[in-house]
Each structure stands twice: as structure tokens, then as C-alpha cells.
């Protein structure tokens, strides 16, 4: 079945900071690949998706490009802020069943 | 209000029983679903309605759980015969057409279960 998988946390990073959170996934057929972030305190929210290959999605300076060849949607930022400290989920939706499915979720935390 | 909707956002109950957890989705949303997270755990798909077709259940651990959607709006989880093992936050969410829309879920702020 479709699965996510994603690198474990807690990842620590100071400001400024390349920060890159790997996730790689196993579907058949063509999901359609999201970021979630959920920060301290507040619900899942929607970071940014890609909805094919070679797409990219984008969103407050996070990146992450839906790769079909390795099987990867990694998270990437150039500088990582403080305000940036939280939890992000990768997840898989398969437009045959209409599930997301989630990835366990990594912890970011950026020090000052 | 303009947002998901869960209610009780804390629940604690004894081991045994029942407990009933609401979601309101948000108004016009035809794509209702509903996970778990435990600590340390990533989030585990348990339900997914789609307006009228029959639910998803693919992922409800046991016949313990079971979920109803009436009229296409509200979402009542229902959890018989609690177990410790069944602590956790629940989370629902709703969409406008689910994955085959927007593909963006809204989630609600989550019902928080602790069973002693």
C-alpha cells in the first residue's frame, strides 16, 4: 500500500541555517505529494504541494520538488528563522482512494 | 465559525468507557476525515467521508471505533469499550473535495483523549 516516510527528528538547526527534511514515499499510480506544519499550539496547516513530477511547490521560502525517478518530495530552505520552529509533515494523497496519508512527522527547532 | 470545529478538545475517561467525539466542519466542505496522534507517533488515517459515497474505513484499528456523518456535515467518532492504548489527540479535517478537489485539508484543533 502507499506509504511515507520521512527522516527522523528532532532536527536542530541555528538561524540562518540550510535546513533540508527528507521524505521519500511508495504509491502506485500518480499521488499527489503536501507539506503540513503544524507550530506550537496550533492545528495542521497546509505549507505547500505538488500535484506531478517534476513539479515544485513553494511557500514562505520552503521548497520541495516531486521527484518520480527517486521517489522524494525533500523540504528545503535557504535560511531558517526561529518563527520557523515546528512540526512538518509529509503526506500522500491518492486521487484512486481520496486518503492522505501521513508521514510520522519531524521536529524542527531553530535556535537564536 | 470559519474554522474546523472539535469539541471536547479534552476528554479523560476510565478504561471501559464509551466516549463520543463531534467535528463541524467547515460549511460547504464535501470531504470529512478523521486521524489519530499519539506521542512520538506520526498521523494515522482512520476515516474519510466523500459526500455521499460510503465511508472509508480502511484504517479504524478496531470494531471498537466506529463514525458517522449526518446530513454532510457534522462528524460524531465514537470510541465503545476505551482502552488505555486508545489515548491520543484526535484530529479531524475537511476539504473541498478531499484530494480530488483542492487536495488541501483544514484541520480542526483537535479532541484530546486520556483514558486511566
Known amino acids: 500500500g502507499n506509504s511515507v516516510t520521512q527522516m527522523e527528528g528532532p532536527v536542530t538547526l541555528s538561524e540562518e541555517a540550510f535546513l533540508t527534511i527528507n521524505c521519500t514515499y511508495t504509491a502506485t499510480g500518480y499521488p499527489s505529494l503536501f507539506w503540513y506544519v503544524q507550530y506550537p499550539g496550533e492545528g495542521l496547516q497546509l505549507l505547500l504541494k505538488?500535484?506531478?513530477?517534476?513539479d515544485k511547490g513553494s511557500n514562505k521560502g520552503f521548497e520541495a520538488t516531486y521527484r518520480k525517478e527517486t521517489t522524494s518530495f525533500h523540504l528545503e530552505k535557504g535560511s531558517v528563522q526561529v518563527s520557523d520552529s515546528a512540526v512538518y509533515f509529509c503526506?500522500?494523497?491518492?486521487?484512486?482512494?481520496?486518503?492522505?496519508?501521513f508521514g510520522q512527522g519531524t521536529t524542527l527547532q531553530v535556535k537564536p | 465559525g470559519a474554522g474546523v470545529s472539535q469539541s471536547p478538545s479534552n476528554k479523560v475517561t476510565e478504561k471501559g468507557k464509551d466516549v463520543e467525539l463531534r467535528c463541524d466542519p467547515i460549511s460547504g466542505h464535501t470531504a470529512l476525515y478523521w486521524y489519530r496522534q499519539s506521542l512520538g507517533q506520526g498521523l494515522e488515517f482512520l476515516i474519510y467521508f466523500q459526500g455521499n459515497s460510503a465511508p472509508d474505513k480502511s484504517g479504524l484499528p478496531s470494531d471498537r471505533f466506529s463514525a458517522e456523518r449526518t446530513g454532510g456535515s457534522v462528524s460524531t467518532l465514537t470510541i465503545q469499550r476505551t482502552q488505555q492504548e486508545d489515548s491520543a489527540v484526535y484530529l479531524c479535517?475537511?476539504?473541498?473535495?478531499?484530494?480530488?478537489?483542492?487536495?488541501?485539508?483544514?484541520f480542526g484543533e483537535g479532541s484530546r483523549l486520556t483514558v486511566l
Open positions: 503526506a500522500l494523497g491518492s486521487s484512486n482512494t481520496g486518503k492522505l496519508i
Open positions: 505538488a500535484t506531478k513530477a517534476d
Open positions: 479535517a475537511s476539504s473541498d473535495g478531499g484530494i480530488r478537489g483542492t487536495g488541501e485539508l483544514f
